[in-house]
């Protein structure tokens, strides 16, 4: 029961945290829009795109080896 309060208690300080970040300021980001004016801001955008997809696909890869393997070990024992 105290795990379970003490894990509360840190969900509650974690979200009123997260509030208070939302609560500032928020000026805007030059640098953003100085490479949206330039046109690099799509370059940024492939980037993270071609790296999401690596992740991935790498991820579906290693599930398909882990599968395998458990599929083996089972025909073995």
């Known amino acids: 029961m105290n795990k379970l309060f003490l894990r509360g208690l840190f969900l509650l300080a974690l979200l009123f945290s997260t509030a208070v970040s939302f609560a500032q300021d928020t000026n805007q980001v030059e640098m953003a829009d100085t490479m949206r004016a330039n046109g ?5 955008v492939a980037v993270c795109l071609v790296i999401l997809i690596g992740l991935f696909l790498y991820m579906i890869r290693v599930d398909k080896k882990v599968s395998r393997l458990e599929k083996e070990s089972r025909q073995q024992g």
């Open 40 to 44: 690099k801001i799509y370059v940024v």
